[in-house]
């Protein structure tokens, strides 16, 4: 399969890989037809997926299997009126049915909407209207249904809410009892309704500082671009099972669960949990699929560190990859002690495929994410555009983004004509090069929090806190967190009516308020009251302000150390 996108597959070193590394975009490419069918064409029994719940039930699909189910869902689809264009939301956690889904929807050409299931109505409501969303097809659990039901009530472009479960409740859209009425034969679009290459396939809600979330378009080129994420960082292989532990609503399921794996001829390994993430039966799940590749963020490998990794079986694992935050140089050496497995950090965005990485060739110096991918014209540069020497922090952009245009970068934000308006993508991060060529990332250049995995945008934790009564003004900021990368904080100024009194009850009530508006994980875990905030001549809160004052303070009460948020 990779012959159809690389020229040359193998590299003697990271200075070969980056000089010639070179991909090849077939003529009306599409992921479902180009990758899935063919797979299933060439051999009805290679493994594309591997799912395992928390009850440790376990399913392997084929890709005939996936290939043939797509085709159900595609007709499914197709029946309820979903045609090329149209745009689809997913809450689907990690059950099977979202690779159905998603692969389905690309052979209609409908654009595919993952969103996470602990979004609250708010969230929910503001995603349904901003993007159209025809239809959503959400899991039964009643505590998701409970907000998705009523926020498509409330949003006329919501057709219909399908329910994929073994609990659906009377009244609601059953998919599994309906798919199987189905046929599993699917008619390729022709002419200019077949969906490929520019069409937009991937829609995702980014965290904003200023603002509620953008939309951004990824195109049926972004499987192609994770060719890099997937083979060269992640190293997975052909015929053996690889695991990235992420929820479907994640841009890292993308990174990590379906695209580049598939192309790569890899099973996708999935540990389907409901409830409280349990690291032991994660340790269990890893033991049983014989996995030869493994990726998650710091987060999970801190839960499993504190576990006995000695009852896990490692022995089949080759490569262990590590994102999404900042990784704890401690949490490092505390697998490779356990283990005897280096973890190899990288780093991207949800607009991208993996931008700088680990990759096989380095030698691993933790902390760093490694040296730039040779997809983009990667850079560091100063205020004025110019290239920074190394040791410098400066900006990390991507020149020549749109005109010479790569696969695996965002194709464009919706609705935002301002948003990306130069030849060149600036991702939004600070970083600094040392003498060896390797990346250091230093902080983002605005505020979004990346807390446990999560981008928290402020702007909608502040929204939440302002609907408590006692609340005249705040600003949600990062502040340093060892165990999660960052926490959320509010730096909340008082109503002067009310008599309210700062302190444990008031803040607990301000944390309740933004758990019932919002997404849970987004609450403020440490909540400060002042009587002004800091502000611009033009009346902007200097978010960056209150971050540094709390950075000093946190390393003068540990001890001067760098901050692990960095």
């Known amino acids: 399969m990779l012959e159809k996108f690389l020229p040359r597959q193998e590299f003697s070193s990271y200075e070969d890989f980056k000089a010639n590394y070179r991909v090849t975009v077939p003529e009306r490419f599409n992921f479902a037809y180009d990758v899935v069918d063919e797979w299933a064409r060439q051999d009805d029994r290679k493994l594309a997926l591997a799912w395992m719940d928390n009850s440790m039930r376990e399913r392997f699909l084929t ?51 993952p969103a996470n299931f602990q979004f609250k109505r708010h969230d929910l409501v503001y995603r349904f209207t901003a993007a159209k969303v ?3 097809v959400t899991v039964d659990l009643p505590e998701v249904l409970a907000e998705v039901l009523p926020a498509a009530e409330e949003c006329p472009s919501v ?105 790569c001829g890899a099973c996708s390994a999935s540990y389907d949990y409901d409830g409280r993430f349990v690291a032991r039966d994660m340790l269990e799940a890893i033991s049983r699929f014989k996995l030869t590749s493994f990726c998650a963020p710091p987060t999970i490998y801190r839960f499993l560190v504190k576990e006995d990794l000695s009852q896990a079986d490692f022995s089949s694992i080759r490569h262990c990859a590590i994102a999404g935050e900042p990784l704890n140089p401690e949490v490092y050496y505390q697998w490779l002690k356990q283990t005897g497995l280096e973890l190899r950090e ?3 965005q949800t607009e991208s495929n993996v931008l700088m990485a680990n990759f096989p060739w380095l030698a691993v110096k933790p902390g760093s994410t490694g040296k730039f991918s040779p997809l983009f014209e990667l850079d560091i540069v100063d205020d004025e555009g110019n290239s920074c020497e190394d040791g410098i922090v400066g900006r990390l952009v991507i020149h020549h983004a749109k005109s010479r245009r790569q696969p695996g970068l965002i194709w464009d934000y919706v609705d935002e004509p301002d948003a990306w308006t130069t030849d060149d993508y600036f991702t939004g991060d600070t970083v600094w090069r040392d003498e060896d060529g390797y990346i250091w990332f230093h902080g983002r250049e605005d505020d ?23 609340v005249l003004e705040c600003a949600v900021t990062a502040y340093p967190d060892p165990a999660r990368g960052e926490a959320v904080k509010a730096t909340v100024v008082l109503a002067k009516n009310g ?59 540990n001890g001067g150390g760098d901050s692990a948020a960095r």
């Open 134 to 136: 025809k239809t959503v």
């Open 448 to 470: 979004v929090i990346k807390s446990s995995g999560y981008r928290i945008g402020p702007f909608e934790v502040e929204s939440a806190i302002m609907q408590h009564p006692a």
């Open 499 to 557: 008599n309210w009194t700062p302190g444990p009850e008031l803040t607990k009530e301000i944390q309740t308020v933004v758990k019932k508006v919002t997404a849970p994980y987004k609450y403020p875990r440490i909540v400060e009251y002042v009587d002004e905030l800091p502000k611009t001549t033009s009346g902007k809160i200097r978010r960056k302000a209150i971050r540094q004052r709390d950075l000093e303070k946190w390393q003068a009460a």
């Open 63 to 113: 890709f005939a299997d996936v290939s043939k189910m797509s085709n159900q869902a595609a007709n499914l689809f197709r029946d309820h009126g979903i045609r090329k264009g149209d745009r689809v939301l997913l809450i689907l956690k990690q059950r099977i049915e979202v690779w159905v889904c998603m692969v389905a929807l690309h052979k209609i050409g409908a654009v595919v909407i």
């Open 159 to 263: 057709q219909e809410v399908l329910v994929v479960g073994d609990n659906v409740p009377q009244g609601l859209f059953d998919w599994r009892k309906e798919i199987a009425r189905y046929s599993t034969e699917w008619k390729k679009p022709e002419g200019d309704g077949y969906p490929c290459l520019h069409d937009p396939m991937l829609l995702y809600f980014t965290s904003g500082t200023t603002g509620m979330p953008k939309m951004m378009i990824h195109d049926f080129t972004l499987p192609i671009g994770h060719i890099v994420t997937a083979r060269y960082w992640q190293c997975v292989e052909d015929n053996t099972l690889h695991m990235t532990a992420a929820d479907s609503g994640w841009g890292k399921f993308a990174w990590g669960k379906i695209y580049g794996q598939w192309i």
């Open 346 to 348: 990288g780093f991207g």
